[in-house]
């Protein structure tokens, strides 16, 4: 398999969801990525607001997916790998600066991972943390 943070970073370039939050990729390693979005008022309820929590949700998915990226090769783009459950425990808010989120694979099998992801704020304030349940889809 090729290098971590490329496979990812190419996952950011071409995945349509994840270029419309602005996703920047940080850093990966395999099983392993960590995420970064800069907050913007669209990412918000209203001007000024804290960021929605809808985006903590999509950064907990992307983060185990793309940790789940680096660990076969049919997931280019967001392919190849489909979201079975999804988890979400709210424990922070922030209305300025970069959200980041770290995402692990905790266990993959041959169909099926488990994964779980930690969302903080440049300060490394908790605001949220998730575990995300995927399935590994065959090659077509």
Do not use: C
């Not at 850093?27 to 800069?38: H, N, Q, Y």
């Not at 983060?63 to 090769?73: I, K, M, N, Q, R």
């Not at 967001?78 to 770290?102: C, H, K, R, W, Y």
């Not at 993959?108 to 969302?119: D, K, N, V, W, Y």
């Amino acid at each position: 398999m090729t290098d971590p943070l490329a496979v990812v970073r190419d996952r950011a370039r071409t995945n349509l969801f994840w270029r419309t939050l602005g996703v920047e990729v940080e850093d990966a390693k395999d099983g392993w990525v960590r995420l970064k979005i800069p907050i913007r008022d669209d990412l918000r309820n209203a001007g000024g607001a804290p960021v929605h929590g809808g985006v903590y949700s999509a950064l907990v998915d992307m983060a185990v997916g793309g940790a789940l990226s680096t660990l076969h090769e049919a997931a280019a783009g967001g392919v190849g790998q489909a979201t079975l459950d999804l988890n979400v425990s709210f424990v922070g808010a922030v209305t300025e600066g970069p959200i980041f989120a770290e995402g692990r694979i905790i266990k993959r099998g041959r169909t099926i991972a488990f994964g779980e992801a930690r969302i903080v704020d440049a300060q490394d304030r908790l605001l949220a943390v998730g575990r995300a349940t995927y399935m590994i889809l065959p090659r077509s």
